[in-house]
């Protein structure tokens, strides 16, 4: 396509301002062969891909991903479709296995030459795919909560930003719990080295919390021995002052070290675990009598107590057919991305690509707690933080929010490279990581920062 | 008046009550006052039950309000009340137990599983059959509430008849002692039989005496190994006591102790102490290593077999494990209610599903790859990942709940710094008795004894009417049956899932290698030592870094001495 040529050829010149004459000229060009061929295509479904592992390690959080976008798009094809189209679902399964991401998003592009992806959990395989996005000048809807510290111009990030999840809940536990001790515990790999690289400088900068009072621990995934890491957090935590544990671990590590605290008397209100990474889904698999007391940072929750959340749960419970089917924030995301596309699409009357990048900013769509989602300049969207205790039935009661929606920030604050940098994908700045202290754009990494996380 | 029905002492209780809540103390004193006057109201209309049950009900009333600062007081209320059912309340709703119908009747549900829930009535007590939970919305609490409910509940257990119950309360109430609680206590350990609850309610005075400054309160303290006593102290020995028994209205002081005084003594016992929790921190790591290395060696030690033993390169030996932890997870479905004895039923439906996989497993592939190892690994590889779908496609790609029994939860407590956690001391246990079972096979049956000389010299073996085919298919049976058994055991500390495994088969093979190939007792001694050094290196290296650490020292090893630890000596060592 002629676009993607030029954005190659952009990319070696390096030069901003050479990009919106090239865009829109590139712009012009596929507008006009669209014209020739809309009539041809106007019976040919809308291409939606699904990018989301079906086996390997992943599956298990991913596979509901998949069924959710179905699901919307089943919706969506009963509303009449889209633009007159029917919508069609692509599935391919890169079986958690990171480079495959990367050849399975270009057999999307390439191949099925879909208009839009939904997919990714992983940071690594979203870091893997990069490259092929920008390249095949694709889109994708990611809909996890991740580190930050990124934005492309094929991206839009419908999860959270850690200013959308973890500093919030430090912020709750601060003020509302009284912690003055903190244990930063996580799986070792880029989101949680991140978030707790932005959490310890958040928490010495704006509470003043010393060194001594902070406690660092990373584990490899999959953990399941915490005796050891449980006694440390427990002595930790009874010199006393009140701790609490601010966990980034991943996945099945979860369920041992629960239990390692039940069973060696850590109590939820003594040290109190807030977890980045446990939602609903992950709870359907564990007994959850030792978690109970425990906290959850999120942006949606299953038990919100809200018209168009019900609406979701039931339609979810029918699709699956699964009466105890439960939903969580990561579906929620993907249900604002796809009501955002349409809604981008609707507006701008055509699936091309270029186009729904711009006319997708500003798109306002309800999310599942009773508020709005608007998509950012820069490519994050606005979201509330919920914090939410876990209850021995596998749900969270919500215990507190912010006041109004927060809008994702793609380069955190708090961490030193990326303090001066900002995102903007409008006319005419058009970049991801403008360096306002040098008034200069750094242009895409997406190829180095793909080849760093998959040499890892 | 009477604060708690439970109490043998009318003026214990008045104090006691109102320590329940110590934020809320004004608060308590306030709601006391009011709830004078009102039974002084109704007094002469001495009622009845129905009047008792509209209080009741409106106490119960002021639980269901959205704001949890409400809610704390409304539990204020409930303590204060004359209520008998008052501590039933507490701890059901400390239990979210405490539940609401749609008809706004106030209900106590008996057993939360399943979709329709037995439920009697909170305020009669009447059983009202089952209800589904759709109809019923929990009175929810938070971590703040279950910490004032957990206070409440322990200074009116205090007074309870049940042993149990004032041990809980006087653990719970070291280092909560205020002024208003320390004169009752001390009547309470007066009375205390129990030599432990008196010990406890004893430190908890002590605790509260130390910082109203009194010097003969470290006595009282000495030896301790609890984290409470250590940190009342610590506060003593750095001087923090000094400027608050300065500034506070402390005349009544039985012993005025110097402040340097209190503060030396304090230290003195801080000092004994650390020396103690070293020693009892060191016990704790020894037995943290121990029983990770128990989960090696039951993971591993089916694989010696097959491995070891026969020299069969079994990848899909982690899938075997799996099987073994999803068949705990389906008896446990078949016996509902029941989760110790679908526990206890497992180890044999384990060992018996397992063992028949493997013999599937060697009939219809690795016997026809007899002697070509590399073929023998890609087969089991691509066995395993067939295992690993199928259990994600036929059951599910979630993990499953596998409940852990009541007697397996929680901890057995030495002392204060030192208990053991119960789930995987019973795993150490089981290990130890697998291992002894194999070895009774291998060396007294005959099974052993032809399975050694299959191993030994094949040929021989055969001329002298053994029939090494069955031999074979006997001996990768018992490896995979012990593979189901550490399933079982596995289900219990870790996730009963499709990938349950994959982590384990790495690790397996690295204790049969690292023990010397074709020896249990290698693998035995092996794993337990790399449990043993993984532990001892954790705490100053990290998760992470240990298994490298431990990783490199393996390489190292085998490059040192490539038979492993235990290498097999004479002949068979040749073949």
Known sequence: MNASRHKVLSRLHLRPYLRPSQLAAAALVTTASLGFTAQALAEDPIKVGILHSLSGTMAISETVLKDTVEM????????????????????????????????????????????????????????????????????????????????????????????????????????????????????????????????????????????????????????????????????????????????????????????????????????????????????????????????????????????????????????????????????????????????????????????????????????????????????????????????????????????????????????????DLISDWRAPMRCGNFNVSTGSCGGSTAAEEAEAALAE | MRIFPLTPSATAEASAGSAAGRSCRCLALLILLISLCLMVGTAQAESLDADDNAAALDLLEALDVASYPAKGKAIDAIVQSDDPRARDWLSALLDGRLQRTDDGRFVVVLDNRGRDWPVEDALSGESLGEMSRRELDRIGINNALRNQLRSAIAVVDLYSADLALRRASAERLLGEVDADLAEPLAGVIEREEDRRVRARLVQALAIHRLEQGEVDAVADLQGSLHPRVRVALARAASGAIESRAASGAIESRAVMGDDSVVADAAQAALNSIEQNLRINRGLETLYFGLSLGSVLVLAAIGLAITFGVMGVINMAHGELIMLGAYTTWAMQQLLPGQPGLALILSIPAGFLVAALAGIAIERGVIQFLKGRPLETLLATFGISLILQQLVRTGISPLNRTVITPEWMSGSLVINDALSLTLNRMYVLGFTLVVFAALMLIMRRTRLGLEVRAVTQNRAMARSMGIRATRVDIMTFALGSGVAGLAGVALSQLTNVGPNLGQNYIIDSFMVVVFGGVGNLWGTLVAGLSLGVINQILEPWAGAVLAKIIVLVFIILFIQKRPRGLFPQKGRAAEG
């Not at chain 1, 596309?341 to 900013?361: L, S």
């Open chain 1, 72 to 419: 919307l798009i089943e919706q969506q094809n009963e509303q009449g479709g889209l633009l007159g189209r029917q919508l069609e679902a692509v599935v391919v399964d890169p079986a958690s296995n990171w480079p495959l991401f990367a050849e399975r998003a270009r057999e999307l592009l390439a191949q099925h030459e879909v208009d839009v992806v939904f997919g990714n959990w992983t940071s690594v395989s979203r870091k893997a795919v990069l490259p092929v996005f920008e390249e095949l000048n694709g889109l994708l809807f990611y809909p996890v909560q991740y580190e930050g510290e990124e934005s492309s111009e094929n991206v839009f990030y419908t999860g959270a930003a850690p200013n959308q999840q973890s500093i919030p809940a430090v912020n709750y536990l601060h003020d509302e719990v009284g912690v003055e001790r903190w244990v930063l515990a996580g799986t070792d790999y880029v989101f949680p080295r991140t978030t707790n690289r932005i959490l310890e400088a958040y928490l010495k900068d704006e509470f003043g919390v010393a060194d001594e009072d902070i406690m660092v621990n990373y584990t490899p995934f999959g953990h399941s021995d915490w005796q050891n890491i449980v006694s440390d957090i427990r002595r930790f935590g009874s010199e006393g002052k009140k701790t609490a544990v601010v966990s980034t671990i991943n996945g099945d590590a979860n369920v041992p070290f629960y239990t390692e605290l039940a069973n060696q008397g850590v109590d939820a209100a003594d040290i109190p675990v807030l977890a980045f990474s446990v939602g609903e889904q992950e709870l359907t698999g564990i007994n959850t009598g030792p978690l109970v007391g425990h906290l959850a940072a999120w942006n949606y929750f299953m038990s919100v107590d809200t018209d168009v959340n019900y609406d979701f749960i039931d339609a979810w419970i029918d699709y699956t057919g699964d009466e105890e089917a439960v939903t969580n924030d990561p579906m929620e995301a993907h249900y604002i991305g796809f009501n955002m596309w349409a809604e981008a699409v609707r507006k701008a009357g055509t699936t091309d690509v270029d186009a729904i990048k711009d006319a997708i900013i500003g798109v306002t769509v309800p999310n599942l707690t009773g508020g709005y989602a608007a998509m950012m300049p820069n490519h994050h969207i606005t979201k509330p933080v919920l914090i939410g205790e876990i209850q021995d039935n596998g749900q969270f009661d919500v215990v507190w929010q912010t006041p109004s929606t927060v809008a994702g920030d793609a380069w955190s604050d708090y961490l030193p490279g990326s303090r």
